[in-house]
């Protein structure tokens, strides 16, 4: 009896076991003035990719802001696929999200 109990519980325990992802691309740019690009993709379809360039602040000429664009997509638990699409900059983080 202690064997099937310790079988199924071994059984039970590969099943919770994530399945190992690999990145299959992955691209980086830095730039000595601080701006930057960046994409990569996992094999389990996650995907993201990023951009940032210096820009001269809306509010004050004389000051140069960072901002910086990017998407990345991902499968929740449900199984369903969402792209979330952003901008970060002086005025603050303005993501969308799509159900894909």
Same mark, same amino acid.
């Given at each position: 009896m202690k064997f &099937?109990? &310790?079988f199924a519980f071994l059984c039970l325990?590969? @099943?919770?076991i994530a399945e190992e992802t690999s990145? &299959?691309?992955?691209? +980086?740019?830095? $730039?000595v003035?601080? %701006? #930057? $690009?960046?994409r990569y993709e996992q094999s389990d379809? /996650? +995907?993201r990719e990023e951009k940032a360039e @210096?820009? !001269? %602040?809306? !509010? $004050?000429p004389? &000051? /140069?802001a960072i901002s910086v664009s990017g998407s990345y997509e991902y499968t929740d638990t449900d199984g369903k696929r969402y792209l979330v699409t952003y901008t970060a900059d002086e005025n603050g #983080?303005?993501?969308m999200v799509k159900q894909l």
């Open positions: &099937v109990a &310790v325990a590969g @099943l919770c990145i &299959v691309a992955d691209d +980086k740019e830095m $730039n003035d601080g %701006s #930057y $690009n960046f379809g /996650q +995907k @210096l820009k !001269t %602040s809306e !509010t $004050n004389d &000051v /140069q #983080y303005r993501p």
